[in-house]
T-cell receptor
Framework: EADIYQTPRYLVIGTGKKITLECSQTMGHDKMYWYQQDPGMELHLIHYSYGVNSTEKGDLSSESTVSRIRTEHFPLTLESARPSHTSQYLC?????????????FGPGTRLTVT | KQEVTQIPAALSVPEGENLVLNCSFTDSAIYNLQWFRQDPGKGLTSLLLIQSSQREQTSGRLNASLDKSSGRSTLYIAASQPGDSATYLCAVRPWNSGYALNFGKGTSLLVTP
């Protein structure tokens, strides 16, 4: 059983607010990811990290930012939320040397910006 | 860019049937392929991971095969149960993507009692 946690699970917030979505894992995985999923659509990678102090943007452009100060923690921040940010955000992690790591996902945060 | 397609988009079957879900991808240069299950409003649960050098993986009633050269994978579910109702997602990890996965849109499965 993978141990990866996301908070909050649901968030409704007004336009212009700053929000941080939390993601933590207790498996000691070095690689972590944020995906965005709109209803009925594919997951798209928005950010990833290979380890502490390493962050990269994914293939889907996003106005969010991430940080990786501790191995277990990979928060995502939106400085000024807009209705276009309404979506489900999924955090994942993987381990393993080299290329074969299986990705484990958290339960997701469903964000609604009004 | 790697494109991943899943057919059918939705499937409804009576309990007890064996069924096959299909996944195709456009570029055979992949490290691995992973099948996930997603319940409504929830995260993803990893079902099976097939490395590029493998042909199939099995877990309980689930069997996944991989034909990398033709860009195809199938997920076989034996003796389906109502608890199998969920969306099934296929994802590939291309050689040129770092560690990111490319996902299909999924197959929504409903198993009726």
């Amino acid at each position: 059983e993978a141990d990866i946690y996301q908070t909050p699970r649901y968030l409704v917030i007004g336009t212009g607010k700053k929000i941080t979505l939390e993601c933590s894992q207790t498996m000691g995985h070095d690689k972590m990811y944020w995906y965005q999923q709109d209803p009925g659509m594919e997951l798209h990678l928005i950010h990833y990290s290979y380890g502490v102090n390493s962050t990269e943007k994914g293939d889907l452009s996003s106005e969010s930012t991430v940080s990786r100060i501790r191995t277990e923690h990979f928060p995502l921040t939106l400085e000024s939320a807009r209705p276009s940010h309404t979506s489900q955000y999924l955090c994942a992690s993987s381990a393993g040397l080299g290329i074969s790591g299986e990705q484990y996902f958290g339960p997701g945060t469903r964000l609604t910006v009004t | 860019k790697q494109e991943v397609t899943q057919i059918p988009a939705a499937l409804s079957v009576p309990e007890g049937e064996n069924l096959v879900l299909n996944c195709s991808f456009t570029d055979s240069a992949i490290y691995n392929l992973q099948w996930f299950r997603q319940d409504p409003g929830k995260g993803l649960t990893s079902l099976l991971l097939i490395q590029s050098s493998q042909r199939e993986q099995t877990s309980g009633r689930l069997n996944a095969s991989l034909d990398k050269s033709s860009g195809r994978s199938t997920l076989y579910i034996a003796a389906s149960q109502p608890g199998d109702s969920a969306t099934y997602l296929c994802a590939v990890r291309p050689w040129n993507s770092g560690y990111a996965l490319n996902f299909g849109k999924g197959t929504s499965l409903l198993v009726t009692p």
